[in-house]
């Protein structure tokens, strides 16, 4: 699922790295916590075990003393699938594993998870998971392209985009060349200038985004706004607090939620419950 809006992109993940620094030891010896990453199947592995955290584990199974380890393995087991690990089916690039697992293992040390530290992960792991697009390939999303080496996708209006190392531009600047980037809440639009993303009602669509607090309707093309805590929702996009809980392939409708809080029984613990 998408999360992001990326904005100065190379700067954001040259800022997630500092993750690797500050958080490399939640795994152990190595942000691998001794599984051979450079294999998709260690990489999930090694995944799991980041998010699998105690205090996920205690709160997702009520885990008691006596059955932490128990649990812990069974929380890693489940985690591990390759639905949970890599949903996406992207190719996989180890040699950017380790920023992506240390962010994972930063994460997941807390029992309740807002968008702004969720959207770190997402962040981090762009450059581990991607179809590794060269510079000027056509692409519609970030994973198109090769961002461990700093390409990006750069979307006009419309969807189409190209795979580039983004070249900042001001407001009202032109936006005209493949590789300018607009500042956050701005837009490269049909003039080829930077302007402001829109509000309510405002047309949207590919490389068309809506402000904070919008969410474009894909029918009418129009902003509209995004919906409170606990309303019906089809995808992250629809919810002011950035979540929707419980969609899946098998239940097309979750709840909006500000935060994710793992509790025995909840639909934010069914990725981790070996059993659900």
């Not at 450059?127 to 090769?146: E, I, K, L, S, W």
């Not at 995004?226 to 098998?250: E, H, I, M, R, W």
Request: net charge negative; aromatic share 6%; proline share 4%.
């Amino acid at each position: 699922m998408s999360l992001m809006n990326f904005g100065h992109r190379t700067a954001r993940l040259a800022l997630a790295g500092a993750a690797l620094a500050i958080f490399g030891g939640a795994l152990g010896a190595g942000c691998g916590g001794g599984y051979d990453t450079s294999s998709l199947g260690g990489f999930c592995q090694a995944m799991a075990a980041a998010d699998c955290s105690p205090n996920v584990v205690q709160q997702c199974y009520l885990a008691s003393e006596g059955m932490i380890e128990t649990d812990t393995n069974s929380c890693i087991l489940a985690r591990s699938q390759a639905k949970n690990c890599n949903p996406s089916n992207l190719p996989y690039h180890p040699e950017w594993a380790d920023n992506c697992l240390a962010t994972h293992g930063a994460v997941y040390s807390q029992t309740q998870i807002d968008i702004t530290t969720f959207k770190q992960i997402a962040q981090a792991c762009l450059a581990t998971f991607n179809r590794g697009g060269q510079q000027g390939q056509t692409c519609t999303q970030d994973v198109d392209c090769d961002v461990g080496n700093g390409l990006f996708c750069m979307v006009r209006v419309g969807g189409k985009g190209t795979c580039q190392v983004p070249t900042p531009v001001e407001a009202g600047q032109s936006c005209n060349d493949p590789a300018a980037q607009c500042p956050d809440g701005m837009f490269c639009d049909t003039g080829f200038h930077c302007v402001a993303i829109g509000g309510a009602a405002s047309v949207c669509g590919a490389g068309q985004p809506c402000g904070d607090g919008f969410r474009c309707n894909n029918q009418l093309h129009q902003c509209e706004a995004q919906l409170p805590d606990q309303a019906t929702c089809k995808g992250d996009s629809d919810c002011a607090g950035g979540f929707c809980v419980g969609v899946s392939s098998t239940n097309p409708a979750g709840k909006c939620a500000s935060t994710l809080i793992f509790a025995f029984g909840s639909a934010v613990c069914a990725p981790f419950d070996y059993h659900h």
